[in-house]
């Protein structure tokens, strides 16, 4: 459940780090600001490139946060059981074998990551096979193997990479604009901050919107893997626990379930009656 929190917050990180240093090593290497063509390959090189060292780290990164334990040998009926229902769906799916792991919390969640569609993860939690059955387990772990063999991992790597690209981009040609013959270093870094912040938001929402399309894809991948009735009931029981996700970071964009935002177009999940309803229909 927390698949998009933890990949944006990452990204957001890097982006902030490699902003700093791309403003650093252009005038550094005699390319000005001004000059837009190299400010665009350089922006491209480091939005890029900031996006994959996310997705490398992304299955490190998620094993850390919630203190996941791989499954290496299964010591009880459960880890067997999972083990064997997520090699079964793996196989139906046509991806390999994942990392399965179990972490420590009361919450109902699950989440997959990792960089491509060989080289998973997907992890559950504690809470999630104490409270729910073993028929709605199932459905969870088809929806995150879906995401998987979507590639979602993927392809919100290359959106987002884009979308850095321009946000680089964009905060410093009006930085440009507005510390034309005026201000030192210092101001024209603080403004490029203030607009890369700005400019970030706004990709965000993009990035949130892809996310949301991707649970409704996931959610009818796990209706084929395990069965529509069993991915309703799996969502109905996340439902009724009002179970906003506790994942942080890049993370929770990945869960079975998201967190509460203002308004629709920060979340990274849609409402779970919107997700029902489409199962329904």
Request: proline residues 2%; hydrophobic residues 50%; positive net charge.
């Amino acid at each position: 459940m927390t698949r998009t929190f933890l990949f944006v917050s990452t990204n957001l990180a890097i982006l902030l780090v490699l902003g700093v240093v791309l403003s650093v090593l252009m005038p550094a290497m005699g390319l000005p600001m001004s000059d837009y063509g190299g400010l665009l390959l350089f922006c491209a090189v480091f939005g890029m490139g900031g996006a994959f060292i996310s997705l490398a780290l992304s299955k490190t990164l998620a094993k850390r946060s919630v203190g996941a334990q791989v499954i290496e040998q299964p010591r009880t009926r459960e880890e067997s059981w999972l083990l064997q229902t997520v090699q079964r769906q793996a196989e139906l799916a046509g991806i390999g074998m994942p990392e399965v792991a179990i972490w420590d919390s009361p919450q109902l969640n699950a989440f997959a990551t990792g960089a491509s569609r060989d080289n998973a993860l997907v992890a559950v939690s504690t809470g999630l096979l104490r409270n729910m059955s073993n028929d709605e387990v199932e459905a969870v772990l088809g929806h995150e193997i879906s995401h998987v063999a979507n590639g979602d991992m993927v392809t919100m790597t290359l959106l987002q990479g884009v979308l850095n690209t321009f946000v680089y981009f964009f905060a410093r040609i009006v930085a440009n604009m507005i510390n034309r013959d005026r201000g030192g270093f210092f101001v024209y870094m603080m403004t490029v901050m203030v607009f890369q912040a700005v400019f970030g938001a706004l990709a965000s929402l993009i990035v949130m919107a892809f996310s949301r399309h991707r649970e409704f894809r996931a959610d009818a991948g796990g209706a084929q893997l395990a069965g529509r009735q069993k991915m309703i009931a799996a969502l109905r029981r996340l439902q009724s626990g009002q179970n906003e996700s506790q994942l942080e970071g890049q993370l929770a964009a990945f869960g079975i379930t998201g967190k509460a935002a203002m308004a629709q177009l920060f979340m990274s999940h849609p409402p779970l009656s919107k997700r029902i309803a489409a199962l329904s229909g």
